[in-house]
């Protein structure tokens, strides 16, 4: 028996302001789940919304219309019941330079509570299991960009999420370190079979890692998916799935064309609706 998506966007449309004060649309109507256990990858054009559905996702920001529902729960209303359920990576790692390895990796264990001893415990095992071990004390200037990324990556996985979202994760990075560590975070993701979510602006990174990818089109919608495990059965190759994917976000971009600046200009029905706030909280 399957059990509800633990990630479902249902008809979200989400309208940000213009300079002038003219409302755009940064997604509209957008529509997806993410099935537990899966690897998904949303892949489209910058600008198109995609870290908009994450801020949405992570209760940051709040839909003008629509149901977002992470494990059950609007992440905007009941963002504290989702407290310790996500775990986090962002493209730039996002570390407390006042804290050292072991203490960054502890610290959304400290914000959950832990007791201190079971708090370095779990840490030290997350920081081992990322190939720190050594570095316990030192300081984030003191690691090179694919360490930090490291750690950020532990301290993502040590408070055992049920959910984990990476934006970006490896942009920041060399080619070469940014495949090491993607090698790494998926076995990881494997290992835990955690549901996750990513966004990429790289295709052969969203088919080397996600069973399914989103392709997004400017305002914030789905344009197309590819079920890249249902293709790989298929007989076809990755290099075949990668071009299913760039055909997708052409199709996007010819999308955004038509459409002028690709900014969807909001109706009033949408900007008044529930409230319409377009400020959100302020990321932490
Ligand atoms: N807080 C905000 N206020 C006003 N406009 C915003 C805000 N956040 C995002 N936007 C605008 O909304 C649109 C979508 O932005 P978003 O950051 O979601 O795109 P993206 O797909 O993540 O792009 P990229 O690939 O460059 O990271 C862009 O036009 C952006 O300028
Ligand atoms: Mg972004």
Redesign the pocket.
């Known amino acids: 028996m399957t059990g509800p998506a633990p990630i479902l966007f249902a008809n979200v449309s989400k309208t940000?302001?213009k300079h002038d004060g003219t409302p755009f649309f940064?997604c509209r109507e957008l529509s997806f789940e993410v099935k537990a256990r899966e690897i998904v990858a949303i892949v489209?054009e910058?600008?198109?919304?995609?870290?908009?559905s994450f801020n949405m996702l992570l209760g940051l920001q709040k839909p003008d219309v629509g149901d977002i529902q992470v494990l059950g729960l609007d992440p905007f209303s009941e963002s504290d019941a989702l407290r310790g359920q996500v775990g986090i990576i962002f493209q730039s790692d996002r570390l407390l330079p006042w804290r050292t390895t072991i203490e960054n990796i502890s610290f959304g264990l400290e914000v959950l509570n832990i007791p201190l001893t079971q708090r370095r415990q779990t840490a030290g095992k997350w920081l081992e299991r990322v190939g720190l071990k050594g570095f316990e004390d030192a300081y984030p200037h003191e690691l090179s960009g694919g360490m930090r990324q490291r750690v950020s990556i532990a301290r993502a996985f040590a408070i055992e999420p049920k959910i984990l979202y990476a934006d970006?994760a490896f942009t920041a990075l060399d080619e070469l370190t940014a495949e090491r560590i993607r090698k790494d975070l998926l076995e990881l993701i494997r290992e835990t079979a955690i549901t996750t979510l990513f966004?990429t602006?790289s295709v052969s990174e969203a088919v080397d890692i996600a069973q399914r990818v989103l392709v997004f089109g400017r305002p914030?919608c789905l344009i197309c998916e590819i079920n890249c495990e249902e293709n790989r059965a298929a007989g076809k190759s990755t290099h075949e799935i990668e071009q299913l994917i760039r055909q997708g976000l052409r199709v996007a971009h010819k999308t955004m064309s038509a459409e002028g600046a690709g900014?969807g200009v909001a109706t009033d029905e949408v900007v008044r609706a529930e409230g319409s706030t377009?400020k959100g909280r302020e990321p932490i």
């Open positions: 940000f302001f940064a489209g910058t600008g198109c919304g995609k870290s908009t970006e966004i602006h914030g900014e377009s």
